[in-house]
């Protein structure tokens, strides 16, 4: 069956006001909202005083991008320790306050590291060595002497030139330590390294080296020493033990 135009017309004519009044309202409903305006958007930068390595700058920018509109555009400037944004007077607002929170001085720890050593069960020393460093920061610290060791020799003659090679002796740290939990995550290498008495066998210029080293994560607790590890000398009654405290630095 055909209808025509005209009869179609009609039929909406005929439609009762409160139906053509339904449908005008639907079609009003599922309708896109307008964008809101928020206001004139500002250019401003903010400097980053405390957070300077680019993970934790990376970390604030995600946050201010996850915490304000759309419309807000936010861009780091890692090589000046600056955040660029364009936004409405609102989300800059929000932005100062949350740096204001984020953008803070990390808290510093004194670590501490205790040698003590003992023959026969009777201690003979104690040596303590203290580093101040901040969370996810990487501390190394030398002490000791440059011992030279003959490599080799150039040359046929009757003197040849010796080709000499500089070790370290003595104290070797490197330490990093993480707030984790109640405690602190600390993750270090301690390392004692001396020329022996004895010789090597292989001749004068070659000497022994004796080292001693401890490597590995540890959770201690604020104010608390906790024993790193414990070894023999080999070849004699000798002990060593190496402890560690970390305290908050005031």
């Known amino acids: 069956m055909k209808i025509s135009l005209a009869?179609?017309?009609?039929?909406?004519?005929?439609?009762p006001s409160g139906a053509a009044s339904a449908q005008s309202a639907v079609a009003t409903t599922n309708a896109p909202a307008p964008p809101q305006?928020?206001?004139?958007?500002?250019?401003?930068t903010f400097h980053l005083h405390y957070t300077d390595t680019q993970a934790d700058q990376n970390e604030i920018v995600t946050a201010i991008r996850n915490l304000s509109s759309p419309q807000l555009r936010v861009y780091l400037v890692p090589?000046?320790?600056?955040?660029?944004a364009n936004g409405s007077p609102e989300d800059l607002k929000m932005i100062e306050d949350l740096?204001?929170?984020?953008?803070?001085?990390?808290?510093?720890?004194?670590?501490?590291?205790?040698?003590?050593?003992?023959?026969?069960?009777k201690r003979i020393g104690v040596s303590r060595y203290a580093m101040t460093l901040a969370p996810?920061?990487?501390?190394?610290?030398?002490?000791?002497?440059?011992?030279?060791?003959?490599?080799?020799?150039?040359?046929?003659?009757?003197?040849?030139?010796?080709?000499?090679?500089?070790?370290?002796?003595?104290?070797n740290f490197d330490s990093e330590v993480e707030e984790y939990g109640a405690g602190i995550r600390l993750k270090s290498m301690v390392e004692q390294s001396s020329v022996a008495e004895e010789k090597s066998g292989m001749g004068p210029e070659d000497p022994v080296i004796r080292q001693t080293k401890?490597?590995?994560?540890?959770?201690?607790?604020?104010?608390k020493s906790m024993s790193l590890g414990e070894l023999d000398v080999v070849g004699s009654t000798r002990h060593m033990q190496v402890d560690a405290v970390i305290e908050a630095v005031k």
């Open 7 to 15: 009869t179609t017309a009609l039929c909406v004519l005929l439609l």
């Open 37 to 44: 305006q928020t206001g004139p958007h500002i250019l401003r």
């Open 79 to 84: 090589s000046r320790n600056e955040i660029a």
């Open 99 to 121: 740096l204001a929170k984020l953008d803070v001085p990390h808290k510093l720890y004194r670590l501490t590291y205790t040698f003590t050593e003992s023959d026969g069960g």
């Open 136 to 171: 996810g920061q990487r501390m190394q610290m030398k002490q000791g002497s440059r011992v030279p060791l003959v490599t080799g020799s150039v040359g046929h003659d009757a003197q040849p030139m010796k080709q000499t090679q500089y070790i370290d002796v003595g104290l």
């Open 214 to 223: 401890v490597e590995g994560v540890s959770i201690l607790t604020e104010g």
